[in-house]
């Protein structure tokens, strides 16, 4: 089914909304969880959720790409249920080595500014990320927010491991300057 | 803030980048880029002969000095100085040159910008060009290794620099693309940075009112100005990776009768990256250098037109400005796709190979034209202007939307009432135009007029050597080709099958079936090529 048909049974509260949701793009959300989370069972129930926090949002909501919008849905509901997990401490899992990774990025202190802050962090986000060549772009968001593990990232660019660790450190370190360069400092 | 919240803000990322990402690889596209290595090829040349009078008698005794020049130089009586230069071809198909008969391009993985051959008899002082990066690798090597982030990194500095400059310059792009592309029924191109560059050459060269007049039509305050501001679009511009040819290049033949000021000299290879060729222009040998520092540099693009460059024995100085650019699109046409459809032209119908490809991207309109660009790798974008029904095509040349259409990633586009995001399903003719200005017409209009008047013109920063000089012929040819070539079935096609057709609430349809105007940019928003196709 197209998406706008899809969108459309939303709209009209059809409840096959959520079915064909399901079919077209279960794996690709699953997918995203599952990088996040690392657990099937938690995985699914994020997955799930996500239909249903769909179905909520539409309407008024009518997304323009329902793959990325649904996946936005997945995303932040996994960063919910990390936090619920991990509230102590951090173990070894991916996602885990995908926020560390990013501490390179922010300054790690609380700031008083940060409403204001993230939605125009977003928008310099998307300037930072579209002067970056092709490759690194994509590659950049394929770590950090498809949230995929480095040997993923470097099959799927046919390059090595240590390529993707390389180039990754240094679109971070690219990041912040032009965090830094532009009065953000997060 | 912690790394956690920045992850959440990571997910508000535009979508459109999101939904490329989720099907993107580099696995199809490197392994055909050395089969099929470039989806947009262009050249350009601008020639500026600056002589003596048609008639007279020229006698200059080596007492009379003026500055660091001296000379000694006799010309009979009653000879007629006509110079002819040619260059462009106007019956198209020059790039048959270009490439080895299984379709791969001679030049295309590495470029060596001194690698040109000069008979002895001529001396050369050669520019200090930027070595090649990523020289014997190939695309994919270069790509995923660090030569690539270094390179793209001190790039990066450039051509930051030269986007803040390029607001300046529009007024000039505008101009330039005003006085070339309009035409009744025949395809048109230029190049207006190639232009600007030489321009910028002749001002350096001139004096007084001479200079004052180029400067105005360039749109820049002063000499000092100018050399920045050619220095930073220079480096810009000038990209010579495995992945991408941009290769500017500038020179000046001169004759060896005559005594040149060693510190213009100087400012020119510094500040212009200009090569200097000093030798006797009446010799077939100095012709014959011409031609092959003109087609090293256009990459055999031009190589029929270049044939027919000669130089005069009573030439005081050509200058030679040349541009020559491959890149490939980064989601290219599925080439199994092309299909044979009409163009209905100025003159006639007639059947044009029409590529076709559905993309997500910004679309901006005007109650003018629709334009959307289609981006190169490791480069600016090919913008393509559909003129809305009753516009005329020759309007849209000096319209000023032109160049708002062209993005520069900033903040103001976000919110840019005549951009918008759509889904587009695209049809594009392949083509190869190639055309040819004289330019002299244009300097006038453009108040450029000291300069062509032997009795008016000041070109003594050049040489004190020769009174009454003046440009006696500038002429400009350009050719754009583009096809098809690269992956077949590219990313943003493979998303549309994998992912559906998205909500259609801004879905057009962009069809180049009628005249278009299109505009090639640098990564620095640089006017690097632009045109007007009027028939197929």
């Known amino acids: 089914m197209k998406d706008e048909e899809i969108v459309k049974l939303y709209w009209v509260r059809d409840e096959q909304a959520i079915s064909e949701s399901s079919a077209k793009y279960g794996s690709y959300c699953m997918t995203i969880a599952w990088n996040i989370l690392s657990d099937d069972e938690d995985a699914k129930e994020c997955v799930n959720d996500t239909w249903l926090h769909a179905w909520n949002s539409m309407p ?3 997304p323009s790409l329902l793959s990325s919008f649904l996946g936005k849905i997945t995303r932040n509901l996994s960063i919910n249920r990390y936090k619920e997990k991990h509230r102590v401490k951090r173990g070894g899992n991916n996602i885990d080595l995908i926020l560390e990774e990013l501490e390179d990025v922010v300054s790690g202190n609380e700031s008083p500014e940060e409403t204001i802050l993230k939605s125009e962090l977003k928008k310099e986000m998307d300037i930072f990320l579209s002067s970056l060549p092709d490759i690194q772009k994509f590659m950049f968001i394929r770590r950090y927010w498809y949230a995929d593990s480095i040997s993923d990232i470097a099959s799927r660019f046919a390059t090595t491991n240590n390529n993707v660790s390389v180039t990754l450190s240094r679109i971070r370190k690219e990041l912040r300057s032009h965090l830094r360069g532009r009065g953000y400092i997060i | 803030m912690k790394s956690e919240e920045l992850f959440e803000v990571l997910g508000d990322i535009n979508e459109n980048d999101i939904k490329i990402a ?4 580099t696995k199809k596209k490197l392994s055909k880029v050395r089969l099929l290595p470039y989806a947009c090829a262009a050249a350009a040349l601008l020639i500026v002969i600056i002589s003596i009078p048609m008639i007279m008698t020229f006698n200059i005794d080596d007492t009379e000095q003026t500055g660091n020049t001296t000379s000694v130089i006799t010309a009979d009586p009653g ?6 230069l040619d260059s462009g071809d106007p019956s198209g198909n020059t790039t048959d040159n270009s490439v080895d008969t299984d379709g791969s391009p001679v030049t295309y993985d590495d470029f060596y910008p001194n690698d040109y051959t000069v008979p002895e008899n001529i001396r050369v002082i050669r520019a200090d060009i930027p070595n090649p990066s990523g020289t014997n690798m190939t695309s994919r090597e270069f790509l995923n290794g660090e ?10 500095e450039w051509y930051s620099a030269s986007q803040e400059l390029n607001h300046d310059l529009n007024d000039y792009y505008l101009s330039m693309m005003e006085q070339t592309l309009v035409s009744d029924e025949k395809n048109t191109v230029c190049s207006p940075l190639n232009t600007f560059i030489a321009f910028s050459v002749l001002a350096e060269i001139s004096d007084g009112n001479t200079r004052q007049q180029i400067l105005d039509m360039l749109g820049v305050s002063d000499i000092e100005n100018l050399r920045t501001i050619v220095s930073t679009l220079w480096n810009s511009n000038y990209i010579n990776t495995p992945e991408i040819k941009s290769i500017l290049a500038n020179s000046i033949w001169l004759n060896e009768s005559l005594t040149y000021n060693d510190d213009t000299l100087n400012t020119l290879a510094d500040k212009y990256y200009v090569a200097s060729f000093i030798g006797d222009p009446g010799n077939t040998d100095m012709s014959e250098a011409l031609q092959n520092w003109t087609n090293h540099n256009t990459g055999g693009l031009l190589e029929e037109s270049v044939k027919e460059l000669n130089l005069d024995p009573t030439t005081v100085m050509a200058i030679v400005s040349t541009i020559y650019y491959k890149a490939m699109w980064s989601f290219e046409f599925n080439e199994e796709a ?8 100025i003159c006639r119908d007639s059947v044009a190979d029409m590529m076709h490809t559905d993309l997500l991207c910004s679309v901006y309109s005007t109650e003018n034209f629709t334009s959307l660009g289609l981006p190169l790798t490791d480069s600016g974008s090919m913008y393509f202007y559909l003129p ?17 259409a062209i993005e520069h990633h900033t903040l103001e586009e976000h919110y840019d009432e005549h951009r918008k995001n759509c889904i587009v399903h695209m049809s594009v003719p392949k083509f190869n135009i190639s055309y040819k200005t004289d330019l002299l017409d244009m300097l006038t209009v453009l108040g450029v007029t000291d300069s062509l008047d032997p009795k008016l013109s000041d070109f003594t920063p050049l040489t004190g050597d020769a009174d009454e000089i003046y440009i006696s012929r500038a002429e400009h040819a350009a050719m754009v080709e583009i096809d098809e070539h690269g992956v077949t079935g590219a990313a943003y096609t493979d998303i549309m099958l994998e992912g559906g057709a998205p909500e259609i609430e801004y879905e057009i349809d962009f069809i180049l079936d009628r005249p278009f105007m299109f505009i090639i940019t640098g990564y620095d928003g640089s006017i690097l090529f632009s045109g007007i196709i009027r028939n197929m």
């Open chain 2, 388 to 404: 809305n029904d009753g516009v005329d095509i020759n309007s849209l040349a000096s319209d000023p939307y032109i160049i708002n």
């Open chain 2, 79 to 84: 000879m007629v100085y006509d110079i002819i």
């Open chain 1, 60 to 62: 008024p909501q009518k």
């Open chain 2, 338 to 345: 092309t299909t044979q459809e009409m163009f209905h032209g």
């Open chain 2, 147 to 156: 030569a690539h982030w270094e390179w793209w990194c001190d790039y990066k």
């Open chain 2, 22 to 25: 989720a099907t993107f690889t």
